[in-house]
């Protein structure tokens, strides 16, 4: 099992704030460093302060800063950008990074910071529409072959005769798509998909919707195990119950809760909840950090629980 770093930085995060993390996780081992893409902040517990960043923006800076560790969003949203502008923009960062990136694309739900920002909302089934055509155009501008054009005449996006540049580093750039819909997102899954993400569920529920998962690449005739599967947990790990107790509190919630929908508890307790998402087929876990002044937090995970699983 692979333990990647996921930030909230809409929750109130400097782009310093975010190269520290990164910098840190990179020293202790971890496999990635994503980040969220919201340009609001959630609940009342929090500032939000200094105010969004822009994932790629961000992503791109930390890049120059880093030189093993992975980078990614989790996940960007279909209704931000149009899809061949972020095409552009990860093959940007994929060069920066030496072929580092990873890209998580999803419909978008958070309907309140696109009204606040000018974004126009549409209900979910154009939303998945828009999903769609995203996918079909990235991945045909980074696949076209160099020299050629792309045309994609989609019901919400196209292109016509587009040089299809510029080429990211990796061929092809990794795509996380997920969530919990019965139909579609299995399929685009299956599709599109070189992981897919079951954030913030229980195990039961992970289980289900990745054997859905699976069906829909059979349907395609598509190797399942061609995908990585992994889900997505905040994490609150101390040597005690007062450690735990002290840094539940600094992200709002409660240690009881957070050992039912969380990583919580002592290292030891964390690996054997950890091993036990392993047994359920979860080859990455995405670690949800809240608290991004406490980079012993970080420490502690990648000393006393990564080398157990």
């Keep these: ?38 340009f609001q902040k959630m609940g009342t517990h929090v500032s939000g302060l200094p105010g969004p960043s822009d994932a790629w923006v961000t992503l791109a800076g930390i890049a120059r800063e880093t030189s093993t ?16 502008v972020l095409a552009v923009q990860v093959a940007n960062v994929d060069e ?5 990136v990873e890209l998580g694309l999803g419909a978008g739900w958070y309907g309140i910071e696109h009204t606040s920002h000018a974004i126009p909302f ?7 529409g828009m999903l769609e055509d995203q996918l079909a155009i990235i991945t045909g501008m980074w696949s076209a072959p160099e020299g050629a054009t792309f045309t994609h005449n989609g019901r919400y996006h196209s292109v016509e005769d587009s040089p299809a540049l510029p080429k990211p580093v990796q061929s092809p750039v990794p795509i996380i798509i997920g969530g919990g819909g019965p139909r579609r ?18 195990m039961e529920r ?6 859905r998962v699976r069906g829909a690449c059979d349907t395609i005739g598509r190797d399942p195990d061609s995908l990585v599967y992994s889900t997505a947990l905040v994490v609150c790990v101390g040597a005690n119950d007062a450690e735990i107790s002290r840094r539940a509190a600094a992200i709002g919630r409660d240690p009881d809760e957070l050992r039912t929908n969380g990583v919580c508890g002592t290292p030891a307790e964390a690996t054997e909840w950890l091993r036990q998402w392993a047994a359920a087929s979860a080859e990455r876990v995405y670690l949800q950090v809240l608290d991004l002044t406490d980079t012993d937090h970080l ?3 990648a000393e006393q629980v990564m080398p157990h699983l």
Excluded: W
């Design 122 to 128: 549409p209900q979910l089934g154009e939303r998945f």
């Design 96 to 100: 920066m990074s030496a072929g580092r």
């Design 206 to 211: 992970f289980r289900e919707q990745c054997d």
């Design 299 to 301: 420490a502690l995970v």
């Design 69 to 84: 560790i992975r980078l990614g969003t989790l996940v960007c949203s279909a209704t931000f950008r149009h899809p061949g």
């Design 1 to 38: 099992m692979k333990l990647r770093i996921f930030t909230e930085p809409q929750q109130g995060a400097s782009y310093s704030d975010l190269l520290r993390v990164a910098q840190a996780a990179e020293s202790l081992g971890f496999d990635a460093f994503f980040r969220s893409d919201h």
């Design 185 to 202: 997102t299995p399929r685009l899954a299956a599709t599109y998909a070189a992981e897919f993400n079951m954030p913030f569920q229980s």
